[in-house]
């Protein structure tokens, strides 16, 4: 049997199992050589390791078969990336000119016209967010002054990574797994313009950068479970946040190390304020969004 038939097989076998019930699993996992599924379970339990090698699992989280290389989930498919010529440089261009057929994966462009394919998230705020970081582990830094593509794949591992298009207007940060519940938005030309501001977003925009940042921030309003009802904070207009910190040597990125802890908190150490929600100690200050922690969620950094 060749590869390519085992691959559609145990797509088709995953989509099967998961409208079994309405509570079917985040993940279904399947082994190429067998002929029926190897496991089924919560995303958390399946890990990619040596001994999984091989295995191919349907994410109905990002509509998307994907394969275990011995250490990462790698995107084989999805339903975005069929009948696309890729001319469109961002996930918002696809989704104004009516291309988008949901949360998935798609081809895209870069200003050089290099074809790459990236996640596209269609939905949250209107959609239209493409990603271009992603940090899984607490002290992995995030951000770095060169675009590489297959940080646009990346939804369950580490990948560095800056915005490759220079007319952006936001950048989203938010949790893979919690349907973006938790999250925060920076909004460029919006509040106070400063020095700091143009740096911070030089330093998004892979524009080189060996200044640390320590500044009040303008910009950015977030989203909670555990505030407001998860309505906008603020409801109108955009919030400064009082000292925001960036350690270009680390490539780590917070809020002020002590206080609410309700904004932004990705940095290489363990944090202590006050946050809402904290599913591990070791996620504390390194892996929070909105005043939720989490040590098992990647986080996606996209741009729109």
């Not at 261009?93 to 596209?120: E, H, M, Q, V, W």
């Not at 919006?190 to 940042?213: D, K, V």
């Not at 290489?268 to 005043?291: E, P, Q």
Request: glycine share 8%; proline share 5%.
């Amino acid at each position: 049997m060749s590869r390519a038939l085992v691959l559609v097989t145990a797509l088709t076998a995953a989509l099967c199992v998961s409208s079994i019930s309405d509570a079917a699993p985040a993940d279904v996992v399947h082994k190429l050589r067998s002929t029926g599924p190897l496991a089924s379970a919560p995303w958390r339990s399946i890990i990619c390791m040596k001994a999984q090698r091989g295995q191919v699992r349907y994410s109905l989280l990002d509509a998307s078969l994907e394969y275990c290389d011995g250490k990462y989930w790698r995107p084989v498919a999805s339903p975005g990336s069929y009948g696309y010529t890729g001319t469109e440089r961002t996930c918002l261009d696809i989704l104004k000119r009516g291309k988008a057929s949901g949360d998935g994966f798609y081809f895209l462009s870069l200003p050089n016209g290099t074809r790459y394919r990236a996640f596209c998230d269609m939905s949250l705020e209107g959609g239209g967010w493409t990603l271009f970081a992603t940090k899984a582990s607490p002290s992995f830094p995030f951000l770095k002054a060169t675009f590489d593509p297959s940080s646009a794949v990346a939804t369950d591992y580490d990948a560095s990574g800056c915005v490759p298009q220079s007319d952006w207007s936001q950048v989203l940060f938010r949790f893979r797994h919690d349907g973006g519940s938790s999250r925060v938005v920076y909004t460029r030309h919006q509040g106070t313009a400063t020095a700091a501001r143009t740096l911070f977003e030089a330093t998004l925009s892979c524009e080189p950068q060996a200044s640390n940042i320590d500044a009040i921030m303008d910009g950015f309003h977030s989203h909670s479970p555990y505030r407001d009802g998860g309505q906008r904070n603020p409801s109108i207009n955009f919030h400064a946040i009082n000292e925001l910190h960036y350690d270009a040597l680390k490539s780590s990125l917070s809020q002020t190390h002590s206080g609410s802890g309700e904004w932004i908190s990705l940095w290489h150490l363990v944090g202590v304020d006050n946050y809402d929600f904290v599913d591990n100690s070791t996620a504390a200050g390194r892996k929070c969004l909105a005043g939720s922690c989490f040590l098992n969620q990647p986080v996606w950094v996209m741009y729109r």
